[in-house]
């Protein structure tokens, strides 16, 4: 395949200012290469445009992201408004969802030029990745949590074997492809296995799909020992894999290391649809100002590429994502300092400084 | 009250190692006092214990922790002892339930003269509470969870009004209580109301409960999102309160913000009794060395020693708590380095140096 359709979700506040750059960023790389081709289709989802339609993900945008061969997102949501439940607007989270996006691909790389939020000299070699389970874990049954009488409310965890065969499957060979540059080949289980029967059914489920991949090193490790190690060795992980509500704690203190939501890609990947999103939200207090920090943007615009380029087997579409990549931190090598880490570079010179 | 008896858990691998010179530099500190004295009743518990009798927690022992005035524990558990059915054996969690200590008192605190783990020079001025309720949330019906025909696993996540009432109160109370040490009297909820029935819940009644405590002021937070502020602004906090399974994994992170578990002290405090414990395990790999630090044990102490001075209205108890965090903060400020953060200081050498 040589022509990618990409569908655009911009969304709601700086999800719109960073998406911008972005596609301007993939049509250049495009243009420069006889070996692929991207179209852009622009479509309507989140907060804002609920207020104004009644519709946060509309018939037309399901449509396009079904038919696309990835989906763009920039950021949804918007602090006042609400469901008439009082729940957040997040379609990001009915696309997880519909799509059945299970594996949420959070990479966690130092990037160069940006300093590190820790102490210890080694916090400039961290490059793991945490992928979190999208669609089930406490997430599963999230719009059917109840409160009873005003005395007492419930949510459910729910691990399944089906979702965790897929997620495991794809953690393995994710680290496995992750082998060949050169990385330990090591994937770690994070669960809660001692206290919560659940999470026992995914560690047993992560052992038994451990067999298909004996040249992968696994090791099983706690949530909570694992935020302790995020801090004190970060550079020690290769990739983990967890539950979706310990994967949103885990990857935001992540984003943590890497200087800030605004350095942190995403990927909600399934067996047939993958959204590349920045991990940081619509951010209202920035947003049209010009200050928003569009590296994770571009950053998932690189990870989109090169996930178009392995799926389909077109070598100067992985490419051109790893040049993208290569280019953010070259640009950040040579003294790029978002607001967000108490600099003065917004978003066009940070894009521009890329180009 | 001028006499307090203390039931003291040592439990297994280093939790008796670093229980021993705690209740020494306590029976230092009462000994030193006219107005208070201490009473030590050594008892059986842990996962050896339930290894060698097939009783994790004996009657006997519950018998003691329901007359004292207070509990001291080590830490309990072991890698390959389990019960029957796969789960730990960790009896902590189960004082927890049995005498209701709802509130997991987890103080977050920069040791003068360790360094810090974060780059930031304010890395040094953290201080902040993290109160973890204890009693329920997703630990609620942890002996509960369902494997369904080896397909589906579930467990349930439970919020009740009854549990939250103290909570809050608790946690309100402990922050105007800290604002007369010159904190800025701030308390922030941390939540996943944008996502979870139950946890909107919590929220809604933290917000009811506000209306007892208008002198302090109150912050709303997400999980994700605090996870990225302890690591970006943990300086910024005052007290937070958060569900069981949160603060579980927010606790380690900042035990890794103190520069490991054997910093971290912790009490459990309920209506009537109170437990205190070092947030780490029991660490079979340096068991039995005289590597473990003790530091978390005696600020531990220190801790219930405050506890009692307060609920007791024994002001020579309560500055005698004071007296040894200051002591061991003073011993560190003249240089101790503990294995766990790369020094040679063991076990013995950091309790001698506090005395
Ligand atoms: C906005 C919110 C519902 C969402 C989530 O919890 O998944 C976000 O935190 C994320 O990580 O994508
Ligand atoms: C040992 C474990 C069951 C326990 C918990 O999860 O509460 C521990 O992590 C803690 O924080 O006290």
């Given at each position: 395949k040589t022509h990618f359709e990409i569908a655009v979700l911009p969304g709601d506040g700086i999800g719109v200012e960073v998406i911008a750059p972005t596609v301007r960023l993939l049509e250049q790389l495009a243009s420069r290469s006889d070996s692929f081709t991207l179209g852009f289709k622009h479509c309507d989802a989140g907060a804002l445009h609920y207020q104004k339609t009644?519709?946060?993900?509309?018939d037309a945008t399901m449509d396009s992201c079904r038919s696309a061969d990835a989906i763009l997102l920039g950021a949804m949501g918007w602090?006042?408004?609400?469901y008439p439940d009082g729940t957040e607007i997040a379609p990001q989270l009915d696309l997880r969802t519909e799509f059945q996006l299970f594996a949420g691909v959070r990479p966690i790389r130092s990037i160069p030029g940006i300093p590190s939020a820790l102490s210890d000299a080694r916090g400039a070699d961290i490059d793991f990745v945490l992928i979190r389970e999208s669609v089930e874990g406490l997430f599963a049954l999230r719009n059917e949590g109840v409160v009873i009488d005003d005395r007492e409310a419930r949510d459910t965890m729910v691990i399944t074997r089906a979702i965790c065969e897929q997620l495991f499957d794809f953690a393995f060979a994710y680290t496995r492809e992750r082998k060949?540059?050169?990385?330990?080949?090591r994937l770690t289980c994070v669960d809660k296995a001692n206290v919560f029967a659940s999470l026992a059914f995914f560690r047993k489920i992560f052992d038994e799909r451990h067999a298909g991949f004996s040249d992968i090193a696994v090791e099983h490790a706690y949530v909570d020992a694992t935020a302790l190690n995020m801090i004190k060795k970060p550079w020690a992980f290769d990739v983990m894999v967890t539950e979706n509500m310990f994967g949103d704690i885990l990857s935001d203190l992540g984003a943590g290391l890497m200087g800030?939501?605004?350095f942190a890609p995403s990927a909600d990947i399934g067996i047939n649809n993958a959204v590349f999103q920045?991990?940081?939200?619509?951010?209202p207090d920035i947003a049209g100002k010009g200050m928003a920090n569009p590296t994770a943007a571009i950053l998932s615009g690189a990870m989109m590429l090169e996930w178009l380029g392995t799926r389909y087997t077109n070598p100067a579409a992985l490419a051109a994502g790893r040049q993208l990549r290569d280019a953010v931190d070259r640009a950040f090598q040579a003294g790029l300092a978002p607001y967000e880490i108490g600099g003065k570079d917004g978003t066009s010179a940070i894009a521009d400084a890329v180009e």
């Open positions: 009644g519709e946060a993900l509309p602090p006042e408004l609400r060949k540059a050169g990385t330990p080949g800030g939501m605004g920045p991990s940081h939200g619509s951010a």
